[in-house]
């Protein structure tokens, strides 16, 4: 039980994570930061937190747990605002998409970083963003991965554990860099090329018609290309090593799909795609 | 209305049209062909069709209006087999996803292309295959584009015309090769990145740990990679120029997107995801 929850971010992340927090009674007071006063007003509104404040290191006081939910590049920033302010005892978490460059974050503000730190990352993105898209059933059923570091303390890391299990998810833990190359391959690779395929066809001269003409498959597939900018932009340049990885694999894999094409070459094809449809079915059936 | 519909290839897109053509009172007898006996003998048990035959010569005899809905690959032997059989005053269309290699197919079976052939392509896709997946729904909504030539009968058009708008559908034309470049766009693009990101990933040594932690978007994303590898592997070949100029188009924006993250220039990949999440919010919506 967690007795006065802060989360500082209230995206569709943190909004979501109060929500479902609030209705499984495993929490007391929510306290709420962001720095849009707009969207601290509507989570209020809406019932989402029970108190906001602007000030983070202000609204940490006193908190048992906080939840920092906003854009990996904005870590440093938070961290450095609520070091000095935080409880002794208190745990503190993020939500981050890249788990590498939290820990930097968190190193740079604390110099050393605390035993009641835990790397977090629930994986269940959605690309609608902001309070409004805050849903208490986000997390059922998913994933959240911790990346405990060396310092960290059991207590700490299952006191995490414990608050996204109320919340539905279901909790593993992993190495952080092994983490950051999972996640470039299944989450940050194919949110750049829905991305690039989305810029590549808006800037062709048709466009109006190219889009008039997608079908479903395309919708799908261009679905996470809806997702957050900024929040996109920071994944990229926070875990920029292992996408630039997986994207030289992709390329490389697309290069030698076109140039059998070019040729014709009928095997090598039906060998792709049906190994790809393959591993889809197996895994994704 | 149809007397006799004669639907050959007992896939998702001809067991779908059967279905809807049946259930909107829009033909008489429906008349199947397949070269698999058992995907027949499935159709006439669920009800799709009322008469099979493995030969298509014999089966589009007497038929008013015969739907050729092969792999695009397979066009070439269909329509040599029926040539000589249909009747005269029947219409002939086609359901494949690419035209101009359809067009030359057909001019390869007729020499001289009839004025009753009328070149069509519901975009209908789904990922699944087979008669099991015929739904009369599929094409409510959907768009069917038709590409007639210069010596298409107009009263042959208005009757393939007629009986997509009694399956559901609306239909438009265009011409051939824009058909072709439109479709390579925001279909064939698709489907090979996905095809390529599943198949890239199934080559990792980790790939049980990644797709286990592959969420709802890689999901959506990757769902056109379930999609049949032997019509894609097809279309692959039939639409060989404009599916390379598409995927170099994209290669090239892929390739600047990598430069940008390289070298950390956040305004380069803000301003990409941001047009993107435009444009797909704007269309898409």
């Not at 870590?75 to 000095?84: H, K």
């Not at 059998?260 to 095997?267: F, K, V």
């Amino acid at each position: 039980m967690i007795k006065r929850l802060c989360i500082i971010g209230l995206g569709s992340i943190g909004g979501s994570l109060a929500r479902a927090l609030r209705s499984a009674g495993a929490c007391g007071e929510v306290v709420g930061v962001d720095r849009d006063p707009e969207q601290l007003h509507r989570a209020v509104e809406l019932g989402v937190i029970d108190r906001q404040d602007t000030d983070a290191a202000k609204a940490v006081a006193g908190a048992d747990m906080v939840v920092v939910a906003v854009p990996v590049g904005a870590m440093t920033a938070v961290f450095r605002a609520i070091a000095p302010a935080v409880s002794a005892g208190a745990v503190v978490t993020d939500v981050g998409s890249t788990k590498a460059s939290v820990v930097m974050a968190a190193n740079e503000a604390w110099r050393n970083i605390p035993e009641n730190f835990v790397p977090g990352h629930p994986i269940a993105g959605t690309e609608k963003s902001g309070i409004e898209a805050a849903n208490g059933e986000l997390f059922q059923g998913r994933r959240v991965i911790l990346t405990p570091l060396a310092q960290t303390r059991r207590t700490a890391v299952e006191r995490v554990r414990e608050m996204w299990v109320a919340a539905g998810a279901e909790v593993t833990e992993m190495e952080v860099v092994h983490h950051d190359e999972v996640l470039a391959a299944t989450s940050h690779l194919p949110h750049l090329l829905a991305f690039n395929l989305v810029d590549t066809l808006a800037n062709a001269e048709e466009q109006e018609e190219i889009f008039q003409y997608a079908a479903g498959g395309f919708r799908d597939f261009t679905r996470i290309a809806s997702s957050d900018p900024v929040m996109w932009r920071d994944i990229c340049l926070a875990n920029r090593g292992p996408i630039l990885d997986a994207l030289a694999k992709f390329s490389t894999n697309l290069a030698e799909l076109a140039k059998a094409i070019g040729q014709g070459d009928e095997e090598y094809i039906l060998t792709v795609l049906r190994r790809a449809k393959a591993a889809r079915d197996r895994f994704c059936g």
